[in-house]
């Protein structure tokens, strides 16, 4: 789902917590809590989401919770850049919610800052995207419940790559030459971003790469990443990409506003490029880089957590587990009503009658193709580390290989700090 505000990129922000020291200064932000009431048991829970910028998103989620009759459970909507800093501040006061959406991300584990949710996915784990699962466990325990499922692509206009005789790309190669065809007057032909963060990973993927291996060790450094690189620094240079746009990229604004030809963003917002273009939208994954790699498709979403240093750990887990697993009718409604997102439960995505044909299918069938997902184990230095990669190769036209060697860096000693 896309943000609120259109000067705040919330995926590359907040797939990972700034460290909860950092927030100290920040600590007296959320003194007003929402805490009251308690309904007929006396009980009561806040839960912290940012603010989603589709019509209906904050009636529905406080609709989910005013229907739970074991607890008043208030609903803290932080709009614009104030989720993540209010989030880590407000943890560490005596005012931090009970439960809160986010990404998976090993130090909030390590730091005894999330519970425990094994003892109520058990039940249901096989019905849950097993990738999924994966990317919220450590060390065969699970934490948190994954809401939403969110695979990006490039969206494109067919009408327009007809119009250029262009053939839509399948490598890296070929999405440059497009980009240059489709670039007409004040139409650009391509938008990554504004700061081209969204695609660090899908390249290094199409690549035939990966941020980690199995083993937790570096998996970035190759020579097909390096290629890659390079290959961004020539179209960052053609004069073909749209940069600063008026949105990120996550807003889907750049295309339907006729500013580019091709678009990379995500299957949220399909229902609204639908409205503004009608049929003449398609959609195709990040396309292969080098001969040995592959197409990819980055999966994002959203993921509940319970606060394991509150003092309702058991009652807002209670909460998670009545709306996240059991209402199923909810979960649906979260992620096909509001823009389209693949549910995570497998039998809610199956019965999902809103993705079943046309162009959600097709993205449905993109993610399961090419999906890849979020490792908890790469954290946001690590991810800083790669933004940095490509500010200095990319956007300054520095020499890769020195950049990720820099990166390496960085990475060997966040990874030594967590697993040693």
């Avoid at 999924?132 to 692509?153: A, C, E, L, N, W």
């Avoid at 040995?292 to 058991?314: L, Q, R, T």
């Amino acid at each position: 789902m896309s943000a609120m505000s259109s000067n705040w990129d919330r995926r590359s922000v907040l797939r990972a917590a700034a460290g909860l020291s950092a927030a100290g200064a920040l600590a007296a932000c959320g003194s007003n809590n929402g805490r009251s009431g308690g309904g007929s048991s006396g009980k009561s829970l806040v839960q912290y989401f940012h603010a989603y910028g589709e019509s209906g998103t904050e009636q529905a989620i406080k609709k989910y919770a005013k229907a739970y009759d074991k607890a008043a459970v208030t609903t803290q909507w932080i709009t614009g850049s104030d989720f993540e800093s209010k989030l880590f501040a407000t943890l560490l006061t005596k005012n931090a919610p009970d439960l809160f959406e986010f990404h998976p991300q090993i130090q909030l584990v390590k730091s005894g800052q999330v519970a425990d949710l094994t003892d109520i996915i058990d039940p249901v784990k096989d019905d849950f995207n097993p990738a999924d699962i994966k990317s919220h466990t450590v060390d065969g325990k699970i934490y948190g419940v994954r809401m939403i499922d969110d695979p990006q692509f490039f969206f494109y206009r067919p009408s327009l790559l007809e119009k250029a005789g262009v053939k839509v790309p399948t490598t890296l190669d070929e999405l440059i030459e497009a980009a240059a065809k489709l670039t007409t007057g004040k139409v650009k032909g391509l938008f990554l971003g504004n700061d081209l963060h969204a695609v660090i990973n899908p390249m290094i993927w199409s690549a035939g790469a990966d941020t980690l291996d199995e083993k937790n060790q570096i998996a970035y450094h190759t020579d097909g990443v390096i290629d890659g690189i390079k290959k961004m620094r020539k179209l960052f240079t053609s004069g073909d990409l749209l940069l600063d746009a008026p949105a990120d990229y996550w807003d889907p604004s750049a295309l339907n506003q006729g500013l580019c030809a091709m678009q990379f963003c995500g299957m949220w917002a399909m229902p609204q490029f639908q409205q503004t273009l009608g049929d003449d939208i398609g959609i195709f994954p990040f396309p292969k880089v080098t001969d040995d790699g592959k197409p990819s498709v980055y999966n994002g979403g959203w993921s509940m957590f319970v606060n394991a240093k509150g003092e309702n750990v058991d009652l807002a887990k209670e909460y998670v587990k009545w709306l996240w697993i059991d209402q199923k009718k909810y979960q649906e409604d979260w992620a096909t009503s509001y823009g389209f997102h693949i549910p995570p439960r497998t039998s809610i995505a199956q019965s999902a009658t809103k993705l079943k044909s046309g162009l959600p299918a097709e993205g449905v069938k993109l993610f399961n193709e090419y999906g890849h997902f979020d490792n908890i184990g790469w954290t946001q230095a690590m991810i800083t580390a790669l933004e940095d990669v490509f500010a200095d190769s990319v956007r300054k036209g520095g020499d890769p290989g020195a950049a990720l060697d820099k990166a390496d860096k960085t990475v060997d000693r966040e990874l030594k700090k967590l697993f040693g």
